[in-house]
T-cell receptor, first 108, second 113 residues
Framework: GENVEQHPSTLSVQEGDSAVIKCTYS??????FPWYKQELGKGPQLIID?????GEKKDQRIAVTLNKTAKHFSLHITETQPEDSAVYFC???????FGKGTTLSVSS | GAGVSQSPSNKVTEKGKDVELRCDPI?????LYWYRQRLGQGLEFLIY????????KSGLPSDRFSAERTGESVSTLTIQRTQQEDSAVYLC???????????FGPGTRLTVL
């Protein structure tokens, strides 16, 4: 089955700094790479995704980069704000297996 | 449009009782997923329904857990003879197909006393 590793498990940054979270997967057949954000007491919500025919995708302060050869993809958040504080999950491929999550804390 | 809904939002039960958790997916979504999330932990896959195919039950932790789905609509997750370790938030998600964006419900928080 798919092995998914997500790093780091926790990340603390100052407001305005950048944050990067990396997800490594094992199934080379994976072709869908989403990132979800989960705020306290809520279900996860998709914030950005990428498919295997694209290397990078940006949406305002958020970007995802994909390296299919190395089998990893990363979430980049620039100019972080306190409302970015949440838990972030990757879920590559069929998305049955989620990464263990990264708790991002942005302090003002 | 309406998102994924789950009921009840909270359920407190006594050890040994059976519980049923309900999920109403987004209309037209053929794929439906159930996950378990223990406090401070990640999402643990339980079961996956895709259209009329046989469900993928590979994540169910024991035979006390079962789930059904009526066509491409509502799904029910049943836990029999609940144990304290079953206490968690149970999340349901649906998507238009497999390997696509999952839309999550708010979850059902289950507490087994």
């Amino acid at each position: 089955g798919e092995n998914v590793e997500q790093h780091p498990s926790t990340l603390s940054v100052q407001e305005g700094d950048s944050a990067v979270i990396k997800c490594t997967y094992s199934d080379s057949a994976s072709n869908y790479f989403p990132w979800y954000k989960q705020e306290l007491g809520k279900g996860p919500q998709l914030i950005i995704d990428i498919r295997s025919n694209v290397g990078e995708k940006k949406d305002q302060r958020i970007a995802v980069t994909l390296n299919k050869t190395a089998k990893h993809f990363s979430l980049h958040i620039t100019e972080t704000q306190p409302e970015d504080s949440a838990v972030y999950f990757c879920a590559p491929g069929t998305a049955l297996i989620f990464g263990k999550g990264t708790t991002l804390s942005v302090s003002s | 449009g309406a998102g994924v809904s789950q009921s009840p939002s909270n359920k407190v039960t006594e050890k040994g009782k059976d519980v049923e958790l309900r999920c109403d997916p987004i209309s037209g979504h053929t794929a439906l997923y159930w996950y378990r999330q223990r406090l401070g932990q990640g999402l643990e896959f339980l079961i996956y329904f895709q259209g009329n195919s046989a469900p993928d039950k590979s994540g169910l932790p024991s035979d006390r857990f079962s789930a059904e789905r009526t066509g491409e609509s509502v799904s029910t997750l049943t836990i029999q003879r609940t144990q304290q370790e079953d206490s968690a938030v149970y999340l349901c998600a649906s998507s238009s197909s497999g390997a696509d964006t999952q839309y999550f419900g708010p979850g059902t928080r289950l507490t087994v006393l």
